[in-house]
């Protein structure tokens, strides 16, 4: 058991202490740059000015603990910060769900509207042309009347030239 701890450890010792070093076995270790001037690959954050490696000190085993447990400690604040993430992801696609509800509901009143106004239009041109329509009867009988009117002298009621010759 203790070979088997001793070589996880190496491993990770390894691991980590080869993370973010200039010696990659895919380069020559300096920074390619492409067109624009910037840099094709990131800076390791060991590299950066506010990087405070976590001290170690004792034997090799209780440094390879520390690592652990930064590495632990590491893991879980990750954990709490992706939880976060997923928390305020989470509200905002309820947000956005809503937002969609809201558009859904807006479109069914904006078709609704559209059928009402439909009704309404053909509602005004039946009226329109009933209203056309008595009109035109309006128009004919006024015709007619003054017309009756030429014809029995001013009068409205005309008298027959047989009843009136009847009566000389």
Known sequence: LSIYLSIYLSIIFTLTMSYGSSNQPWGNGKD?????GLSNRYTPYQNSP?????????SYAQQQT?????????????EA????????MRTQRGQLQGANENVWEMRQAAEKAKKDISVMVAKTRKKKLR???????????????????LACGGTFFCRNKSNSDDGN
């Open 32 to 36: 390619q740059k492409n067109q624009t």
């Open 50 to 58: 506010g990087y405070q490696p976590p001290p170690v000190s004792g």
């Open 66 to 78: 520390q690592v652990m447990e930064d590495t632990m400690r590491t893991h879980y604040e990750t």
């Open 81 to 88: 910060t992706s939880a976060a993430v997923l928390a305020q």
């Open 131 to 149: 209203l056309q329509f008595i009109a035109a009867v309006l128009a004919f009988v006024d015709l007619f009347l003054f017309i009756r009117l």
